[in-house]
């Protein structure tokens, strides 16, 4: 649970709440996470396939090998749906009256948990886009993160994280696989006429 009245400013209100809806689970595959392991998978069968074929004398040794390389296929894999299901695991989402934040609850270098916050704030201008994904859509406000910011582990989402020096700033996010993503985005628009409205006056 995050403690969201720590992230608010002065007088700023919470108007939703949100978690990611799919992907927090280790086999809730996102992305293109699930080619990710169908490549694997038809690796490891390609790779038995050929044991038959081989000499008797080389058989022991393929034995070896192509077990090796199975096992690190598989932990690949373990280890791809744990670091996602970790990610999508740690995000809280919420939209105030003048900003979208996404907060990251994550370790910092010292081992304590800290709330990493990234917000971008309400503006017309810029874009709200329906990425749609399977089971749910990924609404992102604003554009893409820079590749500096994202960190590269991602596997399938839109972002992976964030540098754990960018503490709070404003930058363009994503609310990654939320059920309903067409009634924020409609919310988030309404509020970013009503935003520029206030500052054309």
């Known amino acids: 649970m995050t403690e969201w009245y720590r992230i608010l400013e002065p007088g700023e209100q919470l108007l939703w709440t949100g978690r990611p809806d799919y992907g927090r689970g280790f086999f809730q595959t996102v992305g293109h996470e699930r080619y990710w392991h169908l490549g694997h998978a038809l690796g490891i069968v390609a790779l038995w396939a050929v044991l038959p074929f081989l000499k008797e004398d080389k058989v022991q040794d393929a034995v070896w ?5 199975t096992l690190i296929l598989l932990l690949s894999s373990v280890v791809t749906a744990r670091f996602r299901a970790d990610i999508l695991g740690s995000l809280f989402y919420a939209v105030t009256d003048r900003r ?4 990251r609850k994550g370790r910092n270098i010292f081992s304590r948990m800290r709330s990493y916050v990234v917000s971008c704030p309400h503006r017309a201008t810029y874009p709200y886009a329906i990425i749609n994904g399977r089971p ?7 554009s893409m993160l820079s590749e500096d910011v994202v960190q590269p582990f991602g596997f399938g989402l839109y972002h992976g994280g964030w540098n754990p020096l960018k503490l709070r700033g404003i930058s ?5 696989n939320i059920h309903d993503a067409t009634g924020v ?4 628009l309404t509020l970013a006429k009503a935003a520029d409205g206030r500052r054309s006056t």
């Open 65 to 69: 090998f192509f077990g090796m390389v």
């Open 100 to 103: 979208a934040v996404v907060v």
């Open 136 to 142: 749910y859509d990924t609404l992102r406000v604003g």
């Open 172 to 176: 363009p996010i994503s609310f990654e």
């Open 185 to 188: 985005h409609e919310a988030i």
